[in-house]
């Protein structure tokens, strides 16, 4: 399945149509993400068994702090995208943790050479406190419904 998505100025990219892919990691989660979005309720990402399907329209930013490629692009906006939920949903039922292991092995899948780099840079340290200031200076104003 080929990932179609388009360059945007709000974000950086934009999915033009449906993206389902397997997560092993997302294997006994049943779950669906939806915020507010202009004035209705939207539904963005749905995992069942593992199958995680990111909806057109979803706009994700690309790999925050690093060089985005056609080897690391699908595990870029799955991060962005299951990250988000982790963030902004309180009753999300995986956790951080989770997400980054995703986008470790879905580089690993697209042979990208510096998989285990990146995943270091989101999941160690440096990530940590990158997230824990985006957090603090960055409020989220999504609305989860």
């Known amino acids: 399945m080929e990932l179609k998505y388009e360059y945007t100025r709000k974000y950086k990219y ?19 993400f939806a915020t507010e979005f202009e004035g209705a309720c939207r539904v963005w990402l749905k995992c069942v068994n593992g199958y ?27 991060h962005d995208a299951l990250r988000q939920c982790v963030t902004n949903d309180p009753d999300c ?3 951080r943790e989770a ?5 470790h092995k879905l580089m690993i899948e697209t042979k990208f050479k510096f998989a285990y780099l990146y995943y270091k ?15 603090i200076f960055k409020k989220s104003k999504e609305k989860v419904c």
Do not use: R
Request: negative net charge; hydrophobic residues 40%.
């Open 93 to 95: 039922p995986f956790n």
């Open 121 to 135: 840079a989101v999941s160690g340290p440096s990530g940590w406190v990158f997230s824990k200031l985006c957090s």
């Open 99 to 103: 997400s980054d292991n995703v986008f």
């Open 14 to 32: 934009k999915l033009l149509a449906d993206y389902t892919q397997y997560c092993p990691d997302l294997a006994l989660v049943n779950y669906q």
């Open 52 to 78: 995680v399907t990111i909806y057109e329209g979803y706009a994700w930013d690309g790999c925050t702090l690093a060089p985005d490629c056609n080897e690391n692009m699908i595990a870029c906006l799955y």
